[in-house]
């Protein structure tokens, strides 16, 4: 093969840099003649016409002034047969630095990915287009690394030199296969079956809707507290990543610890649900699930549960019911849960008023916001972990994904009615309403989480994407506003699912707490951790403390579930948690 002389290849790529005329271009926002070796017009052009923003002159100075001194370097290693060296996981394998234009690749690769990024980083806007912008560039940035072609993957390159071509035509095959499915593969799929090895915790269904099953689970202990667990999880996943396999699962540890727990297991809506409502879920979702459960135990006052946008809905319906006098609720229980929209992470990058009203304009009035379109947001929001290294293992390499039961669970995605859809983003993540007394009316009375009498234990992840840890904080501030002692806030490490589940039994990673109080108490987030203490291992137990001391006196578990009037439906999970969107 005839390779390029580098050095001639070095000083046309550099030209483009050094040549005032060119960079002039680029400060200008204007195609570059001639054009760079990587594009052929400055990448952000579109995106800071768009907002209307610039990068200021000094600033992209000193960035191309930067970003010429590391080109020059590296050229100059590359030339001198100096191997870079590349921090970078992505290409940690040996094959990249045992071939010098492998490693060369990559190295510029990266280079340039700085490079951009720093200009990103540097666009003068506000906090929201900023944000947008530097999204949209690192999903560029993401998509054009060389590990993700073969034709610049070394490692998938000798993969198919040491299998004489059979990685290659399972790769070809595994991804025909995706096609077909319509997602990449990312667990085995067939290592699992809901109701087999996950969300096979024993209960049994004993009431259902249009909407969600409640489960009752079996008691695993002779007596329990008389307040019980009603658990509300996302309806924008199912509810069995709280019950997974039993080592990793939430439920069956709260049932152990002597609970009787109930589950609102959320249908997967198909068109004849397209028309339902945020009212829906609160009004013949949690709050039914509440009253079922009251009817069932004969107990007036439960421990309430919402994890994710489950906690919104759980606490939305608690402050509907306290407009209407009652206080049904022991305890609240909050884990990743917005209620103050002021701060949604990297999610904010896919609302504004413009994509809202596309949403309402086509779902707003009924239809399907569909699940695989929810997933593929979630994945873009880490896409080297959820697309391009399943692109890289499953086909270029021919790999089968491994057996993994939260990967299998994020693949098994659920629809949302297009009204309940609409309504959410505009009220919430656009408008940020919830947090404002009386700001919004739900089934048809005003909402005022400050009304919520109960006290209240709230959990972040340390280092959640999707809710930051400061904005499930930020809770703190609208619940009970006149008695902050009765709040507690845990803040686990880890992200969003895998911060949660977090078994006691494994003791891994650690999590926060701050139990100063009076004059000592934080005023916000930063002065609570800077006074937390942390604690070796999972967060489960501190929660489990939480829940016994608000669970009232210890009573003899029931003997049979549901009761007349709730019969017995079918065997836990139950088919709605079965029904895929897919």
Known sequence: MNMPDPQAFAATWLSQFTDPTAWQGWMKMAPMTPPPAAAGANPLAGFLKDVGAGIDPGKLESIRDDYLKKGAQLWQDFISGKTPTLHDKRFSASEWTANPMSAFSAASYLLNSEFLLALADAVEAGPRERQKIRFAVQQMVDAMSPANFFATNPEAQKKMIDTKGESLSKGMANMLADLQKGRISQS???????????????????????????????????????????????????????????????????????????????RNPDRTQAHLGWDDYVEKGAIRALDVVGEITGQDKAHVFGFCVGGTIAATALAVLAARGRQPAASLSLLTTLLDFSDTGVLDVFVDET?????????????????????????????????????????????????????????????????????????????????????????????????????????GSKEDHIVPWQAAYASMG?????????????????????????????????????????????????????????????????????????????????????????????????????????
Request: proline share 9%; aromatic share 12%; net charge positive.
């Open 188 to 266: 085995d799929e067939s290592a699992f079956e809901v109701g087999r090895n996950v969300g096979n915790t024993p209960g049994q269904v004993v009431y259902e809707n249009e909407l969600f099953q409640l489960i009752q689970y079996t008691p695993a202990t002779p007596t329990v507290r008389s307040v019980p667990l009603v658990m509300i999880p996302p309806c924008i996943n199912k509810f069995y990543i709280l019950d997974l396999q039993p080592e990793n699962s939430l439920v069956r540890y709260v049932v152990e610890q002597g609970n009787t727990v109930f589950m609102v297991s959320w």
């Open 355 to 459: 994509q809202v009203a596309l949403r309402e304009q086509t779902l707003g009035g009924g239809g399907l916001m569909p699940g695989r379109d929810l997933a593929t947001t979630f994945s873009s929001l880490r896409p080297n972990d959820l697309v391009w290294n399943y692109v890289q293992q499953n086909y270029l390499k021919g790999k089968e994904p491994p057996a993994f039961d939260l990967l299998y669970w994020n693949a098994d995605s659920t629809n949302l009615p297009g009204p309940m859809f609409c309504w959410y983003l505009r009220n919430t993540y656009l408008e940020n309403k919830l947090r404002k007394p009386g700001a919004l009316t739900v089934c048809g009375v005003p909402v005022d989480l400050g009304k919520i009498d109960a006290p209240v234990f709230i959990y």
């Open 478 to 582: 609208l619940l009970n506003p006149k008695n902050a002692k009765a709040n507690r806030f845990v803040l686990g490490a880890s992200g969003h699912i895998a911060g949660v589940i977090n078994p006691a039994a494994k003791n891994k990673r650690s999590y926060w707490v701050n139990d100063k109080s009076g004059k000592a108490r934080p005023k916000n987030d930063a002065a609570w951790f800077d006074g937390a203490v942390e604690h070796k291992g999972s967060w489960w137990p501190a929660w489990a403390g939480f829940l016994a001391e608000h669970g009232g006196a210890e009573v003899p578990a029931p003997a049979t579930p549901g009761n007349a009037q709730y019969p017995v439906l079918e065997a836990a999970p139950g088919r709605y948690v079965k029904a895929r969107a897919d």
